[in-house]
């Protein structure tokens, strides 16, 4: 036993040199990469500052940010389990990393450890052809006529929470209410009921609701994919949800085999898919009803979360602008009024411009999901004295972009958006919140409609006041931005009743 004991003490001082050479060589990867960039100047072995972005991601975002500015670059340089990562301020260095989206330069990832939430085969992850023509499938989901039966759905959705919402202990007598939760619930119903709307039973949304929770969990979380830690349950989680809207595809596909009119996005989809596969002979363009469920997860984890920090952020905004919110409740009643039990139909909320104008706005000055994380796939020399290592995980900052081109970025102005001023086309090039190139957002008018249809319910519907406590309007990372006090607010009825619809 000494004999053995002794032989272990004398590797000791082998090993401890063998681990300091090894993490020597990571620090002087690290540095390789970093070059000239601002960032640390060194990093704790393998995990990076993965600590401080777990614990504050708010606070190393904007020191990443700060770094990207003290430059005339205009990017910054970390490094996180494992991983060196860059950071992008620059506007148009942003355009360049997503007008490079191809197996020989950028891979758009949604999440850093995306690839393990989400699997191989995903939009997300798709190139030329076969993303193009997966996107051309998904238009008609889309189109006016789909919008419209969307919009119903979502109207009778928010009626039915904000009712619910005005019923709880929370109001001047009681104490405010934090909407955050409320909004995410009331957005996971939209999103279940206008994805596979009657294809979900009452149990079915029950483990939906939780293992949604699983998943935005984990998203937040170290990607340690084991069993009792929050990744592995969120992972576990996505194959769950992807399983219940796959069984949605199939019943959708028997219901329009039928010749039923559609009645959520799924139907849409499943009527163009049988209408192609009756017209094409040679080589149809076939999905499996799991793949097709995971697209719809795409949907859901695109708009759920943003959807509610663009709520949330409206409300807010709203609150502090009082003269913002009598013009859209000027407007809105122009064109609705609540006692008549009508809904807001497609041709009414594509007159509300002024609403139209505050939902962009919120959306510019607030972009819910801030960065939009890439892979390099190989050296991409990103500019004349910079080559992107291949590996690296890159971050264009579109809440950054936000607050650049325009004028007076810093206030809320919503008739920046207006006719008279255009900022929308004069600097298109800095409204990013809904991504650029190849992979932008196809579901904005479909978000922007239930930011608007809101906005207009919220505000005609219900008198509210902010819960002020210093530092509420702070950022928080939820995995989308929030404010930090989950926007508190006493809240009332305003219409002499809610609409019956």
Request: with cysteine; charged share 25%; hydrophobic share 40%.
């Amino acid at each position: 036993m000494e004999s053995v004991w002794g032989l272990i003490s004398q590797c000791i001082p082998y090993l401890v040199s063998f681990l300091a050479l090894i993490l020597l060589l990571e620090q002087i990867s690290y540095l390789k990469k970093k070059r000239f960039l601002p960032g640390p100047k060194l990093v704790f072995p393998f995990i990076g500052n993965a600590i401080s972005l777990v614990k504050n991601p708010t606070k190393f975002w904007d020191m990443q940010s700060s770094y990207a500015k003290s430059t005339p670059l205009g990017v910054s340089a970390n490094y996180i389990i494992g991983r060196y990562i860059l950071y992008i301020y620059s506007t148009d260095l942003s355009h360049k990393i997503f007008a490079n989206v191809r197996p020989d330069a950028f891979h758009l990832v949604g999440h850093p450890f995306g690839k393990k939430l989400f699997g191989e085969h995903n939009l997300i992850y798709m190139f030329g052809k076969e993303h193009k023509d997966l996107r051309s499938r998904i238009a008609p989901n889309f189109t006016p006529r789909a919008l419209q039966t969307y919009t119903n759905m979502q109207q009778r959705i928010i009626l039915e929470h904000l009712k619910s919402w005005c019923r709880k202990p929370g109001n001047e007598s009681f104490g405010s209410i934090p909407l955050r939760i409320l909004c995410r619930d009331m957005n996971l119903e939209t999103s279940q009921t206008v994805f596979v709307g009657p294809y979900i039973s009452a149990a079915a949304r029950e483990r939906f609701n939780i293992d949604y929770n699983f998943f935005n969990v984990g998203l937040m979380k170290l990607p340690i994919d084991l069993p009792g830690f929050a990744f592995r349950n969120a992972r576990l989680a996505v194959e769950r949800l992807v399983e219940t809207l796959a069984g949605c595809v199939e019943e959708s596909e028997k219901k329009m085999k039928n010749g039923e009119e559609p009645s959520c996005l799924i139907d849409f989809w499943m009527q163009e898919h049988l209408r192609e596969l009756s017209e094409t002979s040679n080589n149809p363009f076939e999905l499996t009803y799991k793949e097709i469920g995971g697209h719809l997860f795409d949907f859901l984890f695109a708009s759920q979360d943003a959807s509610t920090s663009s709520l949330l952020w409206a409300v807010a905004f709203l609150d502090s602008h009082p003269e913002v919110l009598e013009r859209v409740r000027k407007e809105v009643t122009k064109y609705w009024v609540p006692e008549s039990d009508a809904v807001i139909t497609a041709e009414q909320l594509r007159e509300m411009k002024y609403t139209e104008a505050v939902a962009r706005e919120v959306v510019r000055i607030r972009a819910p999901a801030t960065m939009v994380p890439h892979i390099a796939g190989v050296d991409f020399r990103l500019t004349e004295n910079y080559v992107i290592p291949k590996g690296t995980t890159v971050f264009p900052s579109v809440f950054d972009s936000s607050f650049q081109g325009f004028t007076e970025p810093d206030r809320f102005d919503p008739d920046r958006f207006m006719e008279e001023r255009q900022e929308d086309r004069v600097y298109k090039k800095y409204f990013l919140a809904f991504g650029a190139g190849p992979h932008q957002c196809v579901g904005q008018r479909y978000a922007i409609n239930h930011l608007m249809l809101f906005i207009a319910m919220f505000a005609t519907l219900i008198n509210f006041k902010r819960d002020k406590t210093d530092g509420c309007d702070e950022i928080a990372y939820v995995p989308t931005i929030v404010p930090k006090d989950d926007c508190r607010i006493f809240l009332s009825q305003r219409c002499s009743r809610f609409p019956s619809f």
